[in-house]
């Protein structure tokens, strides 16, 4: 049976062909141009999907199948493919193993910064996870951003160090950057035989075996691999690379200790199944090596995921809260038990319509099933399955525990949502998303495309977390806010291939933030007397300044009915309404804490909206004593340069109010490492190829918020009052 064939059979099969101990569900994520998707689509090649290798430079990869991917050469949505993978027995480096296939999902996820919510909502639904690192940059900034997202989640992972094959390439030097910026336990279970032009293969640490690979133009390097002997000039570094190997697993493994100190012979199997145990635990990040683009190392990366990463039986089980008691409840991975997926991704397809991505956690769906929505507490009939496989949509009966798939034709779903039995009512944690940190105004070019581009751009926004389209009510223009000026760029694009809706936009503004730094008391009274019935509402708060990082807080501390029970909700919702539209200069609030102290009421006249009205009052009153400051988003931006343009953009850093916290030496290029506003960094693309003749580049993420300084909060405060719309 051929490889395609056999692909098509287990994704049509009504019953499961791969057990759960056998499936893998896996990302491949990094820094942007580290070689996700270069190496996704080796990983698909080699495990038989495709028979024809695409390139990101020639636009015709599986997993970048949007027109903008290949345009741009970058992965700007996740994608997903199932793939398929057999160890075979008589590989040289498995000879103990019998030839066992295994099932493989695949999220490609992207690099870009602005497209950061890919990468979370995929980490929230993985099991395992492989970081790939340039062998020349090492870790980068986004590369420290995707490992922060799957630690937050809880991801086990393994390192790949990629492009050893490049100039500058240095595997120790990658290594000791995990170990240093992500505080990582990395260790290598593969390490290079030679670098750059010389790279010709991997010492398999664990088995002692070189494994290399023979000389061949583009298309055919790569291919074919010999399992040998280990080079007697490499001898005694892989034995060194072995003895670190024992030692690191000991100190965290009470088998293997046990093995040290009593001097038993630890052979690879019961080394390996060690180092499984650590991965699973996120105790241990194993490390491997390899050139994607020149199929070196590839396929010994695919059997690091079978050794390494965890099959969904080998984590926690996922845990939810009933939505009525509150109650933990724990979602055991099998086929068996009762139907619990969550929700991770909406995509609107140009021929099958609007997809819904989920993760099966128990249980198994099947076509003409009922599925239950704890949210809105809907039921709704499941009418057609599908599994992805990049731009590819492929029909399936039945999904089971374990399985990444999708769903067609469901209403009122959004990200996060759990999807269930009915008699199983549980809601799992959704994702969380990061806040837009750039707005703009937005009109169609014609009157007659207004409807069309409102309806595409509330598609869009249900599509993406981050991305955010509301209407500004003091001006009545549609604002967009999202995470970059790439990020809404790729919007309007979308709008005007998708939804064939031309538009202008506004110029880009800043997303502040107000907060305080001190506490104060606020009083708030909405009365009206107008022959009839009034309207009486009085509050008092205490506004103080919280925690970094810690949101908004609003507290009921009334004492003695000073304010009717049911008039305290109404309260709370005029301070968060005056939170959000901001009170200082028009910027949402954040981080402090309110207090609703006191008030009164009237017999007759106080209801809700009173009241509402007189939580806004209150906050104002007492936000204007609290030492109000304005907040701007700052970004960590780090520049590779040739060494003689190095001066030329420090200055300009410096002159963008940026602050400079490194300046290192790496492959033959200067590193700069910088934090700077993000309301300096427009235009910067066009500025630092002007700088270096194009020869420098450079990469930025959200980083904190700082206060604004003096110099320039009256030139922000001015444009504010003149720029409503820019408000978000």
Partial sequence: M????????????????????????????????????????????????????GDVDDGNTVTDWMEQEKERGITITSAAVTCFWTQKKEEGLYKAREAIPHRINIIDTPGHVDFTAEVERSMRVLDGAVAVFCGVAGVQPQSETVWRQATKYHVPRIAFVNKMDRTGANFENALNDMRKKLNAYAYPVMIPVGAEERFEGVIDVVNQKAILWGPGDIQQEGLRYEIKAIPAEHVERAQAALAELIDAVSNKDDTIAEMVLEEKPITPEILKAAIRRLTCKIELVPVLCGSAFKKKGVQVLVDAVIDYLPSPIDIPAAVGMNPITDEKVE?????????????????????????????????????????????????????????????ERKDVDGVYSGDIAALVGLRNITTGDTLCDESFDITLEPPTFPEPVISMAIEPKTKADRDKMSEGLQRLAEEDPTFRVFTNEETGQLIIAGMGELHLEIIRDRLKREFKVEADAGAPQIAYRETI????????????????????????????????????????????????????????????EAIKSGVYAGFQVIDIKVSITDGSFHEVDSNELAFKMAGIFALKDAFNDAGPILLEPIMKVEVTTPDEYQGDLLGDINRRRGIILGVDAKAGQTVVTAQVPLAEMFGYATAIRSLSKGRASYSMEPNNFEQVPNSVLTTVLDAAKKKPAARS
């Fill in 2 to 53: 051929s490889d395609a064939h056999a692909i098509n059979t287990v994704l049509n099969s009504p019953n499961r062909q791969y057990p759960l101990e056998r499936t893998r569900n896996i990302g491949i994520a990094a820094h942007i141009d580290a070689g996700k998707t270069t190496t996704t689509e080796r990983i698909l090649f080699y495990t038989g999907l495709i028979h024809k290798i």
């Fill in 331 to 391: 979602v055991q991975p099998n086929d068996s038990g009762k139907f619990c997926s969550l929700a991770f991704k909406l995509w609107t397809d140009p021929y099958a319509g609007k997809l819904v991505f989920f993760r099966v956690y128990s249980g198994q769906l099947k076509k003409g099933d009922t599925i239950y929505n704890p949210r809105t507490r809907k039921r709704e009939r499941v009418s057609r399955l599908m599994v992805i496989q990049g731009s």
């Fill in 517 to 576: 730094t001190k506490s104060a008391d606020g009083e708030g009274k909405f009365i009206r007397q107008s022959g009839g019935r009034g309207q009486y509402g009085h509050a008092c708060v205490k506004v103080e300044p919280n925690e970094k990082g810690k949101g908004v807080e609003v507290l009921n501390e009334i004492v003695g009915g000073a304010i009717p029970r049911e008039y305290v909700p109404a309260v709370e919702d005029g301070i968060r």
